[in-house]
């Protein structure tokens, strides 16, 4: 099983980025789908899930109103648009595929990772 993670890289406090996750849709179609991210020297943190079909999603409260998870099942892909970035923000985003259909919020909700890509927010 693979995770291809994209879309990460160097941005300034206040801009953008959009990353992009695909999956084989034999493991994702069905199940609910999520990015973390580990900061240097921190703990893995959940930043945002999507359900099975993308009705339900569900962010931290740090990152809501400034970040958008979606979907698409016809490219078994999940993204994660980042607006208003801010330095505390840099970390390596990690995707991943849920054991179930619904949300969860911790790591061990998640069968599969992908390999992560880098956000670094400068100041």
């Known amino acids: 099983v693979q995770l291809q993670a994209s879309g990460g890289g160097l941005v300034q406090a206040g801009g953008s980025l959009r990353l992009s996750c695909a999956a084989s849709?034999?493991?994702?179609?069905?199940?609910?789908m999520g990015w973390f991210r580990r900061a240097p020297g921190k703990e893995r943190e959940f930043v945002a899930a999507?359900?099975?079909?993308?009705?339900?999603?569900i962010y931290t409260d740090s990152v809501r109103d400034r970040f958008t998870i979606s979907r698409d099942s016809t490219k078994n892909t999940v993204d994660l648009q980042m607006n208003s970035l801010k330095p505390e923000d840099s970390a390596v985003y990690y995707c991943?595929?849920?054991?179930?259909?619904?949300?969860?919020?911790?790591?061990?909700?998640?069968?599969?990772w992908g390999q992560g890509t880098l956000v670094t927010v400068s100041s």
């Open positions: 999507i359900n099975w079909n993308g009705g339900s999603t």
């Open positions: 849709k034999r493991t994702s179609s069905n199940n609910a």
């Open positions: 991943a595929v849920g054991y179930a259909s619904n949300v969860a919020t911790t790591g061990r909700g998640y069968a599969y």
